[in-house]
Protein backbone atom coordinates (compact mmCIF):
# COMPACT_ATOMS: atom_id res chain seq x y z
CA UNK A 1 0.00 0.00 0.00
CA UNK A 2 3.14 1.89 0.81
CA UNK A 3 4.55 2.17 -2.53
CA UNK A 4 1.28 2.67 -4.54
CA UNK A 5 0.48 5.80 -2.12
CA UNK A 6 4.36 6.95 -2.93
CA UNK A 7 3.40 6.12 -7.00
CA UNK A 8 0.42 8.33 -6.82
CA UNK A 9 1.81 10.97 -4.93
CA UNK A 10 5.07 10.70 -7.87
CA UNK A 11 2.18 10.17 -10.50
CA UNK A 12 0.49 13.67 -9.11
CA UNK A 13 3.40 15.65 -8.93
CA UNK A 14 4.78 14.46 -12.48
CA UNK A 15 0.89 15.26 -13.96
CA UNK A 16 1.57 18.83 -12.18
CA UNK A 17 4.59 20.00 -13.56
CA UNK A 18 3.33 18.73 -17.33
CA UNK A 19 0.71 21.31 -16.63
CA UNK A 20 3.03 23.69 -15.24
CA UNK A 21 5.37 23.84 -18.29
CA UNK A 22 2.36 23.74 -20.79
CA UNK A 23 1.00 26.76 -19.02
CA UNK A 24 4.51 29.05 -19.39
CA UNK A 25 4.51 27.48 -22.54
CA UNK A 26 0.68 28.83 -23.52
CA UNK A 27 1.70 32.48 -22.32
CA UNK A 28 4.48 32.29 -24.61
CA UNK A 29 1.97 31.22 -27.52
CA UNK A 30 -1.14 32.69 -26.89
CA UNK A 31 0.87 36.16 -26.86
CA UNK A 32 2.90 35.30 -29.86
CA UNK A 33 0.25 34.71 -32.03
CA UNK A 34 -2.03 37.75 -30.59
CA UNK A 35 1.09 39.88 -32.04
CA UNK A 36 1.12 37.53 -35.19
CA UNK A 37 4.32 35.86 -34.75
CA UNK A 38 4.06 32.58 -36.60
CA UNK A 39 5.12 29.88 -34.27
CA UNK A 40 5.72 26.68 -35.60
CA UNK A 41 5.98 24.21 -32.52
CA UNK A 42 4.65 24.22 -28.93
CA UNK A 43 5.83 21.29 -27.74
CA UNK A 44 5.86 20.06 -23.84
CA UNK A 45 8.93 17.84 -22.74
CA UNK A 46 12.00 16.81 -24.49
CA UNK A 47 13.47 14.41 -26.66
CA UNK A 48 11.54 12.37 -28.65
CA UNK A 49 8.13 13.09 -29.70
CA UNK A 50 5.33 10.57 -28.65
CA UNK A 51 2.44 12.46 -29.99
CA UNK A 52 1.32 15.92 -32.08
CA UNK A 53 -0.89 17.03 -34.23
CA UNK A 54 -0.80 19.80 -36.30
CA UNK A 55 -3.24 22.74 -36.02
CA UNK A 56 -2.90 25.76 -38.88
CA UNK A 57 0.56 26.37 -39.11
CA UNK A 58 1.51 25.05 -35.38
CA UNK A 59 2.59 21.87 -34.74
CA UNK A 60 1.44 20.74 -31.01
CA UNK A 61 2.92 17.84 -29.46
CA UNK A 62 4.33 15.66 -26.24
CA UNK A 63 7.69 14.81 -26.40
CA UNK A 64 9.28 11.36 -24.03
CA UNK A 65 11.40 13.49 -21.39
CA UNK A 66 8.66 15.82 -19.46
CA UNK A 67 11.64 17.94 -17.93
CA UNK A 68 10.61 21.22 -19.91
CA UNK A 69 9.10 22.42 -22.86
CA UNK A 70 9.36 25.08 -25.57
CA UNK A 71 7.46 26.72 -28.29
CA UNK A 72 9.80 28.25 -31.37
CA UNK A 73 9.41 31.45 -32.99
CA UNK A 74 10.06 32.46 -36.58
CA UNK A 75 13.08 35.62 -36.33
CA UNK A 76 13.73 35.15 -32.83
CA UNK A 77 17.11 36.93 -34.27
CA UNK A 78 18.07 40.31 -36.36
CA UNK A 79 19.53 38.77 -39.19
CA UNK A 80 23.25 38.38 -39.80
CA UNK A 81 25.28 40.15 -42.26
CA UNK A 82 24.39 37.47 -44.50
CA UNK A 83 21.11 38.19 -44.07
CA UNK A 84 19.84 35.15 -42.84
CA UNK A 85 17.50 34.80 -40.34
CA UNK A 86 16.84 31.80 -37.61
CA UNK A 87 13.70 30.44 -35.59
CA UNK A 88 14.55 30.20 -32.53
CA UNK A 89 13.46 28.22 -29.70
CA UNK A 90 12.18 29.70 -25.67
CA UNK A 91 13.64 26.37 -24.32
CA UNK A 92 17.23 26.90 -22.40
CA UNK A 93 17.90 23.61 -23.45
CA UNK A 94 17.18 23.94 -27.24
CA UNK A 95 19.05 27.13 -27.20
CA UNK A 96 22.47 25.25 -26.12
CA UNK A 97 22.53 23.46 -29.73
CA UNK A 98 20.72 26.00 -31.57
CA UNK A 99 23.52 28.09 -33.59
CA UNK A 100 22.40 31.97 -33.29
CA UNK A 101 21.74 32.27 -37.07
CA UNK A 102 21.45 29.21 -39.06
CA UNK A 103 19.43 25.83 -39.10
CA UNK A 104 16.37 26.76 -39.17
CA UNK A 105 16.39 29.36 -42.17
CA UNK A 106 15.00 26.82 -44.32
CA UNK A 107 11.77 27.23 -42.28
CA UNK A 108 11.06 30.41 -43.45
CA UNK A 109 7.73 30.45 -45.62
CA UNK A 110 6.68 32.86 -48.02
CA UNK A 111 4.89 35.21 -45.99
CA UNK A 112 6.79 35.05 -43.07
CA UNK A 113 8.96 38.27 -43.91
CA UNK A 114 6.13 39.80 -41.75
CA UNK A 115 5.41 37.39 -38.86
CA UNK A 116 9.20 37.65 -37.55
CA UNK A 117 10.39 37.92 -33.44
CA UNK A 118 12.24 40.46 -33.27
CA UNK A 119 10.58 43.03 -36.26
CA UNK A 120 8.19 43.43 -33.63
CA UNK A 121 7.99 46.52 -31.02
CA UNK A 122 10.07 46.19 -28.12
CA UNK A 123 6.70 46.29 -25.70
CA UNK A 124 5.32 43.35 -27.63
CA UNK A 125 8.16 41.31 -27.77
CA UNK A 126 8.76 42.14 -23.57
CA UNK A 127 4.98 40.86 -23.20
CA UNK A 128 5.47 38.10 -25.31
CA UNK A 129 8.79 36.53 -23.43
CA UNK A 130 6.84 37.36 -20.06
CA UNK A 131 3.88 35.85 -20.89
CA UNK A 132 5.56 32.77 -19.83
CA UNK A 133 6.75 33.01 -16.31
CA UNK A 134 3.61 35.47 -15.64
CA UNK A 135 1.39 32.62 -16.34
CA UNK A 136 3.27 30.70 -13.64
CA UNK A 137 3.02 33.48 -11.34
CA UNK A 138 -0.74 33.44 -11.62
CA UNK A 139 -0.90 29.34 -11.41
CA UNK A 140 1.15 29.89 -8.04
CA UNK A 141 -0.73 32.40 -6.66
CA UNK A 142 -3.99 30.46 -7.80
CA UNK A 143 -2.66 27.33 -6.07
CA UNK A 144 -1.67 29.10 -2.42
CA UNK A 145 -4.64 31.55 -2.23
CA UNK A 146 -7.09 28.39 -2.88
CA UNK A 147 -5.41 26.76 -0.51
CA UNK A 148 -4.67 29.14 2.20
CA UNK A 149 -8.21 30.06 2.12
CA UNK A 150 -9.69 26.56 2.06
CA UNK A 151 -7.92 24.31 3.78
CA UNK A 152 -5.65 26.63 5.60
CA UNK A 153 -2.39 26.26 7.13
CA UNK A 154 -0.45 25.26 10.00
CA UNK A 155 -0.52 28.02 12.43
CA UNK A 156 0.99 28.53 15.88
CA UNK A 157 -1.47 29.40 18.62
CA UNK A 158 -1.03 31.51 21.74
CA UNK A 159 -2.57 28.19 23.38
CA UNK A 160 -0.26 26.05 25.69
CA UNK A 161 0.91 22.33 24.16
CA UNK A 162 3.60 21.57 26.72
CA UNK A 163 5.60 23.22 29.38
CA UNK A 164 9.20 22.99 29.81
CA UNK A 165 9.98 21.26 33.72
CA UNK A 166 13.27 23.09 33.87
CA UNK A 167 15.61 25.44 32.03
CA UNK A 168 17.39 24.05 29.33
CA UNK A 169 19.23 26.38 26.50
CA UNK A 170 18.15 25.22 23.12
CA UNK A 171 21.30 25.58 21.87
CA UNK A 172 22.41 22.13 24.32
CA UNK A 173 20.42 20.03 21.95
CA UNK A 174 18.50 18.05 25.06
CA UNK A 175 15.16 17.01 26.20
CA UNK A 176 16.75 15.51 29.60
CA UNK A 177 16.61 17.93 32.53
CA UNK A 178 20.46 17.68 35.12
CA UNK A 179 19.42 17.64 38.88
CA UNK A 180 21.24 21.22 38.47
CA UNK A 181 18.94 22.55 36.44
CA UNK A 182 16.46 25.15 38.09
CA UNK A 183 12.67 24.97 37.59
CA UNK A 184 11.56 26.86 34.24
CA UNK A 185 9.44 29.79 35.15
CA UNK A 186 6.40 28.90 33.69
CA UNK A 187 6.08 25.50 35.76
CA UNK A 188 6.75 27.66 38.99
CA UNK A 189 4.19 30.16 37.72
CA UNK A 190 1.73 27.40 37.61
CA UNK A 191 0.91 27.12 34.18
CA UNK A 192 -0.27 24.23 32.22
CA UNK A 193 -0.65 22.29 28.93
CA UNK A 194 -4.44 23.49 27.43
CA UNK A 195 -3.89 27.20 28.58
CA UNK A 196 -4.95 30.08 26.60
CA UNK A 197 -2.99 32.98 26.73
CA UNK A 198 -4.43 35.66 26.39
CA UNK A 199 -2.68 38.93 27.48
CA UNK A 200 0.82 39.53 28.46
CA UNK A 201 2.09 41.79 31.41
CA UNK A 202 -1.93 43.45 30.91
CA UNK A 203 -1.51 43.54 27.24
CA UNK A 204 -4.02 41.89 25.19
CA UNK A 205 -2.34 39.29 22.63
CA UNK A 206 -4.16 37.84 19.51
CA UNK A 207 -1.40 36.37 18.17
CA UNK A 208 1.76 33.86 18.67
CA UNK A 209 4.28 36.39 17.08
CA UNK A 210 3.38 39.35 19.27
CA UNK A 211 3.29 36.99 22.12
CA UNK A 212 6.59 35.35 21.37
CA UNK A 213 8.25 38.84 21.07
CA UNK A 214 6.75 40.65 24.28
CA UNK A 215 8.41 37.45 26.00
CA UNK A 216 11.95 37.67 24.63
CA UNK A 217 11.58 41.45 25.24
CA UNK A 218 11.13 40.95 28.85
CA UNK A 219 13.26 39.73 31.58
CA UNK A 220 12.04 39.77 35.32
CA UNK A 221 8.58 39.90 36.55
CA UNK A 222 5.52 39.94 34.93
CA UNK A 223 2.13 38.67 34.46
CA UNK A 224 0.36 36.29 32.19
CA UNK A 225 -3.69 36.06 31.82
CA UNK A 226 -4.52 32.64 30.41
CA UNK A 227 -8.13 30.96 29.88
CA UNK A 228 -8.86 28.11 31.98
CA UNK A 229 -11.87 25.91 32.07
CA UNK A 230 -14.15 28.73 30.90
CA UNK A 231 -12.47 31.22 33.54
CA UNK A 232 -9.70 34.20 32.95
CA UNK A 233 -6.44 33.28 35.66
CA UNK A 234 -3.32 35.94 35.68
CA UNK A 235 -1.03 34.51 37.18
CA UNK A 236 2.25 35.75 38.41
CA UNK A 237 6.23 35.11 36.24
CA UNK A 238 9.53 35.84 37.12
CA UNK A 239 11.01 35.77 33.40
CA UNK A 240 14.53 34.76 33.13
CA UNK A 241 17.62 35.90 30.40
CA UNK A 242 18.40 32.36 28.36
CA UNK A 243 19.57 31.21 24.78
CA UNK A 244 17.31 30.78 22.64
CA UNK A 245 16.76 30.17 18.61
CA UNK A 246 16.88 32.82 16.54
CA UNK A 247 13.77 33.81 14.52
CA UNK A 248 13.57 34.44 10.59
CA UNK A 249 10.68 36.80 10.96
CA UNK A 250 7.78 35.08 9.46
CA UNK A 251 7.47 32.83 12.57
CA UNK A 252 10.45 30.12 11.56
CA UNK A 253 13.50 29.65 13.13
CA UNK A 254 17.41 30.35 12.11
CA UNK A 255 18.90 26.80 12.22
CA UNK A 256 22.28 27.09 14.45
CA UNK A 257 21.73 30.60 15.38
CA UNK A 258 20.89 31.51 18.62
CA UNK A 259 20.29 34.96 20.74
CA UNK A 260 19.97 35.74 24.42
CA UNK A 261 16.23 36.60 25.56
CA UNK A 262 13.79 37.00 28.13
CA UNK A 263 12.11 33.14 28.20
CA UNK A 264 9.43 31.74 29.81
CA UNK A 265 9.17 28.26 29.11
CA UNK A 266 6.89 26.35 27.39
CA UNK A 267 5.86 25.27 23.85
CA UNK A 268 3.11 26.71 21.45
CA UNK A 269 0.23 24.78 20.14
CA UNK A 270 -0.11 24.57 16.59
CA UNK A 271 -3.00 24.12 14.42
CA UNK A 272 -4.98 23.95 10.66
CA UNK A 273 -6.52 27.15 10.20
CA UNK A 274 -7.83 28.91 7.05
CA UNK A 275 -6.62 32.28 6.06
CA UNK A 276 -8.70 35.34 4.74
CA UNK A 277 -7.81 36.91 1.89
CA UNK A 278 -6.15 39.45 3.51
CA UNK A 279 -4.01 37.09 5.83
CA UNK A 280 -3.68 35.43 2.43
CA UNK A 281 -1.61 38.47 0.83
CA UNK A 282 0.64 39.00 3.45
CA UNK A 283 1.68 35.55 3.79
CA UNK A 284 2.33 35.30 0.32
CA UNK A 285 4.34 38.33 0.94
CA UNK A 286 6.47 36.20 3.12
CA UNK A 287 6.92 33.64 0.97
CA UNK A 288 7.89 35.82 -1.97
CA UNK A 289 10.20 37.43 -0.09
CA UNK A 290 11.37 34.03 1.10
CA UNK A 291 12.25 32.75 -2.18
CA UNK A 292 14.14 35.64 -3.73
CA UNK A 293 16.67 35.74 -0.44
CA UNK A 294 16.82 31.63 -1.59
CA UNK A 295 17.71 32.58 -4.94
CA UNK A 296 20.36 34.65 -4.36
CA UNK A 297 21.66 32.94 -1.42
CA UNK A 298 21.55 29.81 -4.24
CA UNK A 299 25.44 30.12 -5.23
CA UNK A 300 26.40 29.63 -1.71
CA UNK A 301 24.67 26.91 -1.06
CA UNK A 302 26.46 24.90 -4.00
CA UNK A 303 29.91 23.71 -1.72
CA UNK A 304 27.33 22.00 0.76
CA UNK A 305 25.08 20.37 -1.92
CA UNK A 306 28.42 19.11 -3.64
CA UNK A 307 29.31 18.11 0.15
CA UNK A 308 25.94 16.16 0.39
CA UNK A 309 26.15 14.48 -3.08
CA UNK A 310 29.89 13.21 -3.02
CA UNK A 311 30.90 13.77 0.24
CA UNK A 312 28.46 11.30 2.68
CA UNK A 313 27.36 15.19 4.14
CA UNK A 314 23.77 15.58 5.91
CA UNK A 315 21.58 17.37 3.02
CA UNK A 316 20.46 20.42 4.81
CA UNK A 317 16.48 20.96 4.43
CA UNK A 318 16.76 24.28 2.54
CA UNK A 319 19.28 22.93 0.05
CA UNK A 320 18.40 23.20 -3.61
CA UNK A 321 16.04 20.78 -4.93
CA UNK A 322 15.31 19.60 -8.51
CA UNK A 323 12.15 18.43 -10.31
CA UNK A 324 13.38 14.42 -9.16
CA UNK A 325 13.74 15.65 -5.33
CA UNK A 326 10.28 17.41 -5.77
CA UNK A 327 8.75 14.54 -6.85
CA UNK A 328 10.10 12.26 -4.18
CA UNK A 329 8.59 14.68 -1.59
CA UNK A 330 5.41 14.24 -3.16
CA UNK A 331 5.48 10.42 -2.93
CA UNK A 332 6.26 10.91 0.41
CA UNK A 333 3.74 12.96 1.44
CA UNK A 334 1.39 10.72 -0.15
CA UNK A 335 2.07 8.01 2.53
CA UNK A 336 1.90 10.04 5.41
CA UNK A 337 -0.10 8.97 8.91
CA UNK A 338 -2.54 12.81 8.17
CA UNK A 339 -5.86 13.45 6.92
CA UNK A 340 -5.98 13.24 3.10
CA UNK A 341 -7.39 16.62 2.66
CA UNK A 342 -3.80 17.56 4.46
CA UNK A 343 -1.49 15.53 2.02
CA UNK A 344 -3.41 17.60 -0.64
CA UNK A 345 -2.53 20.62 0.44
CA UNK A 346 0.55 20.16 1.25
CA UNK A 347 1.58 18.65 -2.15
CA UNK A 348 -0.57 21.70 -4.16
CA UNK A 349 2.00 23.40 -1.75
CA UNK A 350 4.74 22.00 -3.39
CA UNK A 351 3.92 22.47 -6.76
CA UNK A 352 3.06 26.20 -6.06
CA UNK A 353 6.40 26.80 -4.81
CA UNK A 354 7.93 24.97 -7.74
CA UNK A 355 5.75 27.71 -10.13
CA UNK A 356 6.83 30.69 -7.86
CA UNK A 357 10.97 29.16 -8.68
CA UNK A 358 9.92 28.92 -12.34
CA UNK A 359 8.50 32.69 -12.67
CA UNK A 360 11.33 33.53 -10.17
CA UNK A 361 14.19 32.11 -11.83
CA UNK A 362 12.79 32.75 -15.28
CA UNK A 363 13.13 36.50 -14.85
CA UNK A 364 16.80 36.69 -14.22
CA UNK A 365 18.03 38.91 -17.12
CA UNK A 366 20.10 36.28 -18.83
CA UNK A 367 20.32 34.72 -21.80
CA UNK A 368 18.87 32.12 -22.90
CA UNK A 369 16.25 32.52 -19.85
CA UNK A 370 13.49 34.45 -20.96
CA UNK A 371 14.75 37.52 -18.35
CA UNK A 372 17.65 37.92 -20.74
CA UNK A 373 14.97 38.74 -23.82
CA UNK A 374 13.27 41.13 -21.87
CA UNK A 375 16.38 42.86 -20.71
CA UNK A 376 17.62 42.96 -24.45
CA UNK A 377 14.07 44.24 -25.96
CA UNK A 378 14.10 47.21 -23.35
CA UNK A 379 17.88 47.67 -24.03
CA UNK A 380 16.84 48.18 -27.54
CA UNK A 381 13.65 50.67 -26.54
CA UNK A 382 15.84 52.84 -24.55
CA UNK A 383 18.55 53.07 -27.46
CA UNK A 384 15.98 53.83 -30.13
CA UNK A 385 14.36 56.37 -27.17
CA UNK A 386 17.54 57.92 -26.71
CA UNK A 387 18.60 58.43 -30.64
CA UNK A 388 15.56 60.04 -30.69
CA UNK A 389 15.75 62.53 -27.99
CA UNK A 390 19.41 63.52 -29.28
CA UNK A 391 18.54 63.62 -33.11
CA UNK A 392 19.94 60.39 -34.06
CA UNK A 393 19.77 58.13 -36.64
CA UNK A 394 17.40 54.82 -35.36
CA UNK A 395 20.26 52.06 -34.16
CA UNK A 396 17.70 49.35 -35.71
CA UNK A 397 17.24 45.97 -33.47
CA UNK A 398 19.60 45.29 -30.71
CA UNK A 399 21.40 42.12 -32.42
CA UNK A 400 20.74 39.87 -29.24
CA UNK A 401 22.17 36.92 -30.84
CA UNK A 402 25.89 39.00 -29.88
CA UNK A 403 24.98 37.62 -26.81
CA UNK A 404 24.93 34.00 -27.53
CA UNK A 405 28.35 33.25 -26.31
CA UNK A 406 27.58 34.55 -22.94
CA UNK A 407 24.34 32.28 -23.17
CA UNK A 408 26.39 29.27 -24.02
CA UNK A 409 28.16 29.69 -20.32
CA UNK A 410 25.03 30.42 -18.79
CA UNK A 411 23.33 27.41 -19.63
CA UNK A 412 26.04 25.15 -19.46
CA UNK A 413 26.55 26.54 -15.68
CA UNK A 414 22.83 25.42 -15.76
CA UNK A 415 23.47 22.07 -16.65
CA UNK A 416 25.84 21.50 -14.30
CA UNK A 417 23.83 22.97 -11.31
CA UNK A 418 20.78 20.78 -12.49
CA UNK A 419 23.00 17.60 -12.41
CA UNK A 420 24.27 18.42 -8.84
CA UNK A 421 20.76 18.70 -7.98
CA UNK A 422 19.61 15.63 -9.16
CA UNK A 423 22.73 13.68 -8.17
CA UNK A 424 21.73 15.14 -4.87
CA UNK A 425 18.51 14.04 -4.73
CA UNK A 426 19.38 10.77 -5.78
CA UNK A 427 21.87 9.40 -3.44
CA UNK A 428 21.15 12.10 -0.77
CA UNK A 429 17.73 13.28 -0.82
CA UNK A 430 15.45 15.40 1.44
CA UNK A 431 13.40 14.14 3.58
CA UNK A 432 10.32 15.17 5.53
CA UNK A 433 10.58 15.82 8.80
Partial sequence: MTILLTLIGVVVFVVGLLFSIAWHELGHLSTAKLFGIRVPQYMVGFGRT???????????GIKAIPMGGYIRMIGMFPPGEDGKVTARSTSPFRSMIEDARSAAYEELQPGDETRLFYTRKPWKRVIVMFAGPFMNLVLALAIFFGVWMTFGINRTTTQIATVSPCVIQQSENREVCKDSDPVAPAKQAGLAAGDRIVAFDGRKVADWSALQQRIRDTVGPATVTVERDGRELTLPVNLIE??????DGHGGYVKG???????????PRTEVAALGFGESVEHMGGIVEGSVQGLIQLPA????????????????????????????????????????????SIMLNVLGMF?????????LPLLPLDGGHIAGALWESLRRNVARLLRRADPGPFDVARLMPAAYVVAGLFVCFTLLVLVADVVNPIKIT
Avoid: C, H
Fill in 355 to 363: NLSLFLFNM
Fill in 50 to 60: IWSRKKGDTEY
Fill in 301 to 344: KIPALWDAAFGGAEREQDSPMGIVGAARISGEIATLDIPGEQRM
Fill in 257 to 267: EYVTAGWLGFS
Fill in 242 to 247: NKVAKT
